[in-house]
């Protein structure tokens, strides 16, 4: 079974452009949520897509925006980039059973770097 | 407002010996589950163990147990007789029921260091 896939796995962008990451969850999974990782803040989450709704978001500002799509592959956007927007953001899917937590399973990351 | 603590910064031991990584959390969710995950330099957080509120049966698999206590808001993570390629950092996570199951609230990690 393949695991949840993320591309591209390293990414270089200049200040002011915009990036658009993708994900692919487990097959069967329904549930894509997004984590920022910094050696700063370290792992926040940002948001949780489910049956292609946003259904619950980090506290991020309004340049970081996801959607997902009908086939559960999610893509996150990040406009006018910032320096401290360089980081591993990380995707995870999940099979999520209603009301219940199932685990969540991580890709690899995009490694985001902004000059 | 949830809160994991993971107060080890970096932990260093010898292969063969047992460490354990303490994990301490704050959540005013009745109904909530806890969650370690393992970092290699990869980058992949790889799933090790899940446990809900209700459920604070220790659990064992292979050379990894953990031991929930409620009474403490611990859930803490040993590895007996480490070895080399358990290296890696070592996250602990919750999530709650009224703040979104699947929104997972990390601690700052643990780094283990294993040496041969």
């Known amino acids: 079974k393949a695991g949840v896939t993320q591309t591209p796995r390293y990414l270089i962008k200049t200040r002011g452009q915009q990036v658009t990451l993708s994900c692919s969850p487990i097959s069967g999974h329904r549930s894509v949520s997004w984590y920022q990782q910094t050696p700063g803040q370290g792992l926040q989450f940002l948001f949780e897509?489910?049956?292609?709704?946003?259904?619950n978001k980090g506290n991020f500002p309004g340049r970081f925006s996801g959607r997902q799509f009908s086939n559960s592959r999610s893509e996150m956007n990040v406009s006018t980039l910032e320096l401290g927007d360089s980081a591993l953001y990380l995707c995870?899917?999940?099979?999520?059973?209603?009301?219940?937590?199932?685990?969540?399973?991580f890709g690899q990351g995009t490694r985001l770097t902004v000059v | 407002a949830q809160k994991v603590t993971q107060a080890q910064t970096e932990i260093s031991v010898v292969e063969k010996e047992d460490v354990t990584l303490d994990c301490v959390y704050e959540t005013r969710d009745t109904t909530y589950y806890l969650f370690w995950y393992k970092q290699p330099p990869s980058g992949e957080l790889v799933f090790l163990i899940r446990r809900n509120s209700f459920d604070e049966q220790n659990e064992i698999s292979g050379r990894y147990s953990w031991n929930f206590q409620k009474s403490t808001s611990s859930f803490n993570f040993t590895i007996t007789a480490s070895q080399v390629v358990d290296s890696a950092v070592y996250f602990c996570a919750l999530s709650g029921m009224n703040t979104g199951f699947q929104k997972l609230v990390f601690g700052t990690g643990t780094r283990l260091l294993v040496s041969p």
């Open positions: 897509y489910f049956s292609e709704t946003q259904r």
């Open positions: 995870a899917s999940s099979w999520d059973r209603g009301s219940l937590n199932t685990e969540a399973f």
